[in-house]
């Protein structure tokens, strides 16, 4: 298998999913085996397309329908891609699914991929998970051996060239790489872009010059390792020679750029007194070594070329402190002074502050220019002259009175002027998002900054003769690095599909509302009790009074019967009586438990010679009697009619 697939299968596969029915294959639709040769392949097709082709099918007398002629043509797709050697090894690896999202990547529907990786096996996910361990073990190989050879760990007869041995290997690959991009030769054309509007992205001066100062690099990065090894006696100054070039190189780039001037296309029609088309070839070149075209200063190429200047500007700033960072460091290496390390990297530390000022500056420029446009919605609202305050009287509002307007209105100077016309929603929305990426721009900047300056306050630390190891040089890396593979870790694994059918996710829900301590508020909801009679009225009014006292005790209740299989009905004697609708009858005793200390009474405490509490006394009673329901029929009579009687007497005292 050739490594680009299986590099592919190894990061894509838990994103592609198993073949589907839907998904026809091509070795059936030619009626082949997969260990098919290049022969039996063409003679597949010819026999198929005599059986399939539309024409030969209308020879035959036959109607061709629209589906006759997707299967030929899928037939027909089949053979182009087994035909080809290339795309047969493509397709016999990753399917047709696969073929397709090399070719289109963002051909693919987003949902369809999550489905396929919350699908997928723990053994797929496993190897996503194993390249983003072997990248971060790539980068940080390389600073851990360094820290390791700082404290002496490999010996004090170590080499730095064999230390360094990973950053060798990085960079035969980028030199590799550049001379691959050299050898590719000029990008051809593309057919919808016309000859003299052609330019190539890439030229070939740009390519060799990114080679230049690549072997710049190189260069310093050899040398230096030959100084720390002490094969060679050069000077520190003669070591960084490579480096002087290479910063003489990025002023070379920058200064142009730096110093370009933006001009719009009316400006050039006005200064050379005819349109931009009539302009020679010769001319666009001219100007565009000395100027940036733009259409006009409010489109968004004005805002891009003005961003490029600016960026050009700040990277010559750091290049002048990063030419006397070197200057002070070199003098420190090959001189006797012994200067403070703290004080050899000023030059970094005023560096650092001027990137966090500058950041903040760019940020209070854009707040300022959306509190022009919208003073109200970014806290900028000045007060109209109307609303000044006399300062020699304040408790009194002074107030200019001007001219009258058209409409009899009297104006000031000062309101006309401090108007601001209304802007539409949908620019104020454009405001806050450029305020809002304005705002994070500087937050990450400002972040990273105190990031990189903890690194290099640990490694000053270390030169200027701390005792802590190497290895706390870097230890924010490896921090941030277990962090991140953590959270990848955790999103990698515990992704999951979600059912897709909710009834399941639904009847989950609804038995933990069944078994949370609010369903047994409802107990017994959904029952309707019979029409009573008037010999039923006390087995109600208990039945009534019953239900309550349960109420206000939910911790002593069992969970109700399913009602969707059984029906409640009322008994005087034997209480709540469940009755399955399959007319099989199961029996639920419903008496109340005993009351305990932690039950709350359903009924404040009453004066005892009170008409309530004589009411209430003689429903205890009703209460009572139902809870010792009697064994015989004489005695179930007798109960019946005292709790009649006491209810009548019960119901006349409330009225």
């Not at 399917?95 to 053994?123: C, I, Y």
């Not at 438990?593 to 005892?608: D, G, N, V, W």
């Not at 809870?627 to 004489?634: I, K, L």
Request: aromatic fraction near 10%; hydrophobic fraction near 40%.
């Amino acid at each position: 298998m050739r490594y680009d697939l299986a590099f592919f299968l190894c990061c894509c596969k838990s994103f592609l999913g198993s073949s589907t029915a839907n998904e026809d294959d091509f070795y059936v639709l030619l009626g082949l085996e997969r260990n098919a040769t290049p022969e039996e392949i063409k003679r597949a097709y010819k026999r198929q397309s005599l059986q399939m082709h539309p024409d030969k099918l209308a020879q035959k007398g036959k109607v061709v329908t629209e589906e006759d002629q997707s299967r030929f043509t899928r037939m027909k797709e089949a053979y182009d891609i087994l035909s080809d050697q290339h795309k047969r090894e493509t397709y016999d690896a990753i399917g047709e699914r696969g073929m397709k999202w090399v070719d289109e990547p963002f051909s693919l529907d987003p949902q369809e991929l999550a489905h396929n990786f919350a699908a997928s096996s723990t053994l797929d996910r496993s190897k996503i998970f194993g390249i983003f361990v072997a990248i971060a073990i790539v980068l940080f190989l390389l600073p851990i051996l360094v820290c390791l050879q700082v404290d002496n760990v490999f010996g004090k007869h170590s080499s730095w060239l064999a230390v360094l041995t990973p950053l060798w290997v990085w960079d035969a690959v980028i030199l590799l790489y550049h001379s691959r991009v050299i050898m590719l030769g000029p990008i051809p054309k593309p057919d919808h872009i016309p000859q003299e509007e052609w330019v190539d992205p890439l030229p070939m001066s740009k390519r060799i010059f990114s080679l230049f100062r690549f072997l710049l690099v190189v260069i310093f990065e050899v040398l230096g390792a030959l100084r720390l090894d002490k094969h060679i006696d050069w000077k520190w100054s003669e070591i960084f020679i490579p480096v002087y070039i290479w910063e003489t190189t990025t002023f070379y780039k920058k200064w142009p750029i730096a110093r370009m001037k933006i001009v719009t296309v009316e400006d050039l029609e006005t200064a050379l007194g005819k349109s931009f088309a009539e302009f020679t070839a010769a001319e666009k070149e001219l100007i565009s070594r000395r100027y940036s075209v733009v259409p006009s200063t409010s489109c968004p190429e004005f805002d891009v070329a003005h961003k490029v200047k600016s960026r050009a500007r700040q990277d010559l700033i750091k290049l002048a402190f990063r030419i006397l960072f070197y200057a002070f460091l070199i003098t420190e290496l090959d001189t006797n002074l012994d200067w403070n390390w703290w004080g050899v990297f000023v030059p970094f530390w005023i560096m650092s502050f001027c990137i966090c000022c500058g950041n903040y500056q760019s940020f209070s420029e854009v707040l300022a220019q959306a509190a022009k446009k919208d003073p109200e919605t970014f806290g900028f609202a000045t007060q109209t002259a109307t609303d000044t305050v006399d300062e020699e009287n304040p408790s009194t509002t002074a107030t200019n009175y001007g001219a009258v307007g058209a409409d009899g209105e009297a104006t000031t100077e000062k309101a006309a002027e401090s108007a601001v016309p209304p802007i539409t929603p949908e620019e104020r929305e454009e405001l806050r998002g450029q305020v809002m990426a304005s705002g994070s721009k500087m937050m990450s900047k400002c972040c990273s900054q105190a990031f990189v300056l903890l690194i290099v306050f640990l490694f000053v630390g270390k030169i200027q003769g701390a005792g802590y190891s190497s290895i706390w040089i870097i230890s924010p890396l490896l921090i941030v690095a277990g962090i991140v593979l953590c959270c990848l870790g955790c999103t990698i694994f515990c992704i999951t599909e979600l059912p897709q059918d909710m009834s399941e996710f639904e009847h989950n829900m609804g038995g933990a509302a069944a078994q949370s301590p609010q369903s047994e508020w409802n107990y017994g909801a959904g029952y309707t009790a019979p029409p009573a009679s008037s010999n039923e009225q006390a087995s109600s009014f208990a039945a009534t009074i019953i239900a309550a006292a349960q109420a206000a005790a939910p911790s002593s209740k069992t969970p109700a019967p399913d009602s969707s299989t059984s029906k409640a009905t009322w008994d005087p004697e034997k209480g709540e009586v469940w009755e399955d609708n399959k007319n099989t009858s199961s029996e639920a005793s419903s008496t109340p438990p005993p009351e305990t200390a932690e039950s709350k009474p359903l009924i404040p405490p009453l004066h005892p010679h009170s008409p309530a509490a004589a009411t209430s006394t003689q429903t205890n009673t009703v209460i009572d009697l139902l809870d010792d329901p009697p064994r015989t029929e004489a005695e179930t009579a007798e109960a019946k009619s005292q709790a009649n009687d006491n209810l009548s007497s019960s119901l006349h005292e409330l009225d």
